[in-house]
């Protein structure tokens, strides 16, 4: 577990006590009669024995403490995961400039109050690949928000607006559902801030709900490709936070966490720029016996939020994302196509990756 400090309890005063009082005791032995030595006698049994005592339940407390804290760590619910999914799915695509971005928005902010975060709703507009002015609603949600030890936990909760990766070229203009591509990692985050209301971790939790993730050049585009035009909420909130001096000791991207047959490599750019965090992260998969879904290998490079987090907050970010390196894409089969949706999705896969992030938080 990360930055997780035990507390102990310290008895050096207790010691220090003992220790002066008894080499004094020694001295004035010779000059006490047999009555004051048997009482100082039974005074230093007495006193030893409390020390024992004093001692013995501290650590008594103590692994009474750390066993509670371990029997208490949450119970991540994949079924709960499942849901938040489901519902974001209710409300459409969610598109930027759609009634349905505005309502899931308003869903978005509102269940992260309900479990307790402090909410900041970032509201601006980002200029798109193809200079339209989009409306672009950030949403973060903090826990412990005194806490100087904090962690970014980031997921993108907008749907691409063409699905420019479909096999029939006649849905290439029709909008991506993206419950893989979205809403999975939103899902897992939201059953995270659930489990904030019931135990809050020690570190700090920053739950940041990123929107215009999606909304880069498609393929058909005859004018410039660039990374500049993805992850547009991440470019605007980060420009804020570093005016703010916003901290944290490490973030979490979680991007296509849902898919039944997902494949989590060490992406490169998270290698380049948190490689420490990469190691915690597929270590804590592997003690769980998650080995042969968090692979052990390097991945390719994938611009996505966490690269601009990296470069313009120089926060440690990794992006768990699902690529498929022996497979003719780099992503999953459902990647920007209309077959982005529930049917695609595995509560096996959610609760796994939240079962990663609860050891690691927790
Ligand atoms: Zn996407």
Partial sequence: MLYNTKKRLICVGMW????????????????????????????????????????????????????????????????????????????????????????????????????????????????????????????????NADAKMRVLLVSHWDSRPFADNDPDPTKHKTPVMGANDGASGVGILLELARLCSQKLPQVGIDIFLTDAEDYGAPNDWTGTHDEKWWALGTQMWCKQAAKEGYRAQYGIL?????????????????????????????????????????????????????????????????????????AEGSFCPEWHTTRDTMDNISKETLGKVGRVLVSLLW
């Fill in 16 to 143: 220090g006590f003992f220790s002066i009082f008894a080499p004094s005791k020694r001295k004035e032995m010779n000059h006490l009669k047999r009555f004051y030595t048997g009482f100082l006698l039974l005074l230093v049994l007495v006193s030893c024995s409390c020390k024992r005592n004093a001692t013995g339940d501290a650590t008594l407390t103590n692994s009474r403490v750390s066993q509670a804290n371990s029997r208490e760590m949450p119970l991540f619910s994949a079924d709960s995961a499942y849901q938040y999914v489901a519902e974001q799915c209710n409300f459409g695509p969610r598109v930027p400039g759609t009634d349905a971005q505005t309502a899931c928005a308003g869903w978005l902010e509102k269940e992260l109050r309900r479990h307790g975060a402090q909410v900041i709703v970032q509201e601006g507009e980002m200029k798109a690949y193809n200079a339209a002015m989009l409306p672009v609603k950030n949403i973060i949600g903090s826990f």
């Fill in 254 to 326: 979680l991007d296509m966490v849902g898919s039944p047959d997902a494949t989590f490599y060490r992406e490169y750019y998270s290698e380049r720029y948190a490689s420490s965090f990469v190691n915690e992260i597929w270590q804590t998969a592997a003690r769980l016996g998650y080995g042969d879904l968090f692979i052990n290998q390097g991945g390719g490079g994938i611009t996505d939020d966490h690269v601009f987090i990296n470069r313009m907050l120089h926060i440690p970010c990794v992006d768990i994302i699902d690529t498929r390196v022996d």
